[in-house]
């Protein structure tokens, strides 16, 4: 096997790719999933939907604008694709998205209701999911709570 050579954009060379490719030496990892920053957007606005009923009286008409804000910020967006490992076909990271609601739920954005009580609303089933628990767990990045809680106080104003 010959020696490997890192790539980079100087140094690129297509037909020695278009050659591995023909000689069946090129392979792609298509267990990663590609989705589009459109679907994630659009797939976590449906799924949050289902839980609008719940948005506390102060932040009714805001609700919209920190979901777009969220949606927005990139750091958010990277956390919200779904990893490569996940098993069924959803459109989105559902345990990142349940530390967000849960955030938003300890911030007075969301009623206080129990996580079954979420977890039954966002998943429409009365099983247990392994979703509910994500709720109150909050990130491990300090840096994303912080974003999260400027968000929520620059709709208020």
């Not at 030496?25 to 609008?52: A, F, G």
């Not at 609303?121 to 979703?131: A, F, G, H, I």
């Amino acid at each position: 096997m010959a020696k490997l050579k890192k790539v980079c954009p100087e140094n690129f060379d297509v037909e020695a790719l278009m050659m591995a490719a023909r000689e069946g030496r090129l392979y792609i990892d298509e267990s990663k999933k590609n989705v589009s920053n459109e679907t994630v957007k659009k797939s976590v606005r449906t799924y949050v939907n289902r839980i609008k009923g719940c948005v506390t009286t102060k932040y009714q008409g805001m609700i919209n604008s920190i979901w777009e804000k969220i949606l927005c910020t990139d750091e958010f967006l990277e956390l919200l694709r779904p990893s490569s490992s996940s098993r069924d076909d959803r459109k989105f990271n559902t345990y990142n998205l349940m530390r967000i609601i849960g955030i938003l739920r300890d911030n007075d954005v969301y009623q206080s209701y129990s996580q079954r009580k979420y977890n039954s609303l966002l998943e429409q089933t009365t099983q247990d999911s392994p979703y509910r628990r994500y709720l109150g767990m909050g990130f491990e990045d300090h840096s994303l709570l912080i974003k999260l809680k400027k968000i929520i106080d620059d709709a208020k104003l």
